[in-house]
């Protein structure tokens, strides 16, 4: 619900792969994409490629998830000037996978969070701060949005820690008291096994333990991510709230922190990861950050803290400070300019989609989630894709709880979904790759 469950995808070099050459506007809807982690790489690596404008349509089926996507891209597009490439960086990936984050990332959150309400409530100003984004939703919708946002500024109680554990009570049961061998069974007999090697034992132990993904020696996590918080809404002059829903099995170590350009990131001894998934994550963010800014070739730095993979950080019990902040509103900083625009539109709109003129063969490449396969119709694909258009599909590799049974299972429905449709489904394995790809060559 609030990461992917896939590796993120440079767009451009995808359908430039398939397809040969790259058209002057490339128009691509993404259905259940659960963050921007795609968004993100497809324009850090744009500069590689012939010049096109790519419009992004999204679409998820909740609205944490726009919110979401809008903080981690304010985060992502902030100037140099206002956050430095390692400080963005951090912040980015603790706002994006840690249950508990640092005060000054929480601070952080907070002041974003302000901002981003004003922006959610007043479109020229969110045309000053993020001009490449509009927001095209229903207004019921922009008013549960703008209450999960007021709900991150709040000062409300809020202990995710609590939260965590009770799902992990409630989701093991009698396996409770053995749960560090299940999080082990699950690490080598599953993560390893389907791509997953680069995660290493104590980082997943800590995530499946508290919710805490990444961590760094010098750094201590105390105040909760309310950005992780399920269906906030006035409950009288504070705000209810269901805790947290999202994934606490495979983890946020999936969209950037399997695989790296830098080979020497992959490298082991004796079985133990010269560097954890987190240091890939955090390499390939800088990458992606530096790219998106700069629009050249990065050239990476190494840090004091990158070989960590043998070591074993522990953490026995985390406590969570929910008492309230004193937190100076600071000015907003304008975020990097980019040619594309990033539409948030509501899952309604795919009804509409159907019969709309104004989306009869407008896309080159639509994009559907592993949750979302209901919504791929006929009639849907038929209005919305060009003759030649691209349809990836993400798989289920990477949710744990699956085997090659339910896999298989998976393909054989996606085959029945593209059955009426003329075209090509490129070479696929079920228990191996992470897309089905197939080229619409008659609608």
């Not at 606490?248 to 990861?273: A, I, R, W, Y």
């Not at 299972?409 to 070479?427: A, N, P, R, V």
Request: hydrophobic share 35%; with cysteine; aromatic share 12%.
């Amino acid at each position: 619900m609030f990461w992917g469950l896939t590796p993120s995808l440079d767009l451009l070099e995808e359908y430039e792969s398939i397809k040969g050459n790259l058209p002057e506007e490339l128009n691509i809807l993404i259905i259940g994409g659960s963050d921007c982690r795609h968004v993100l790489l497809t324009e850090a690596r744009k500069y590689r490629h012939a010049k096109t404008k790519i419009n992004f349509y999204l679409v998820d089926g909740c609205v944490e998830s726009i919110a979401r996507q809008l903080l981690l891209l304010n985060v992502a597009l902030q100037p140099q000037e206002a956050l430095g490439l390692d400080q963005k960086t951090k912040i980015f990936m603790e706002l994006y996978g840690n249950t508990l984050v640092r005060p000054s990332a929480a601070k952080y959150l907070f002041v974003t969070a302000s901002d981003l309400v004003k922006m959610v409530t007043d479109y020229d100003y969110l045309k000053l701060n993020m001009n490449f984004v509009n927001i095209d939703i229903k207004y019921k919708e922009r008013d549960y949005l703008e209450n999960i946002l007021k709900f991150w500024c709040s000062q409300d109680d809020f202990n995710i820690c609590q939260c965590w554990d009770n799902r992990l009570r409630k989701t093991l049961g009698v396996r409770y008291d053995s749960k560090l061998g299940v999080f082990d069974w699950d690490l080598h007999m599953r993560f390893h096994a389907i791509g997953g090697r680069q995660v290493c034992g104590h980082e997943y132990k800590n995530f499946r333990l508290n919710g805490v993904a990444f961590t760094w020696l010098e750094s201590e996590v105390s105040k909760p991510n309310r950005s992780l918080v399920c269906a906030a809404f006035p409950n009288g002059e504070r705000y209810a709230h269901y805790g947290y829903l999202g994934d606490m099995v495979t983890g946020p170590f999936v969209s950037f922190g399997l695989k790296c350009e830098d080979e020497s990131f992959h490298k082991s001894l004796n079985g133990q990861n010269s560097h954890r998934a987190t240091d890939v994550t955090e390499r390939n963010l800088k990458q992606v950050f530096h790219e998106i800014q700069n629009k050249t070739e990065y050239e990476h730095r190494p840090t004091s803290d990158m070989l960590l993979g043998s070591a074993m950080l522990r953490q026995e019990k985390l406590v969570v400070d929910v008492k309230a902040m004193n937190v100076t509103k600071k000015a907003s900083r304008k975020c990097v300019e980019l040619e594309d625009t990033v539409n948030f539109l509501s899952l309604s709109i795919l009804d509409v989609m159907k019969y709309k003129d104004k989306y009869r063969s407008l896309f080159d490449l639509v994009y559907f989630g592993n949750g979302y396969l209901k919504y791929m119709d006929r009639e849907l694909i038929k209005n919305v894709s060009k003759e030649g258009s691209l349809i990836f599909i993400e798989h289920q590799i990477f949710i744990l709880s699956n085997r090659d049974k339910n896999l298989d299972e998976f393909e054989k429905e996606i085959d029945d979904k593209l059955e009426w449709l003329k075209g090509e489904k490129l070479s696929f394995d079920a228990h191996k790759d992470c897309y089905v790809k197939f080229i619409v060559k008659q609608k």
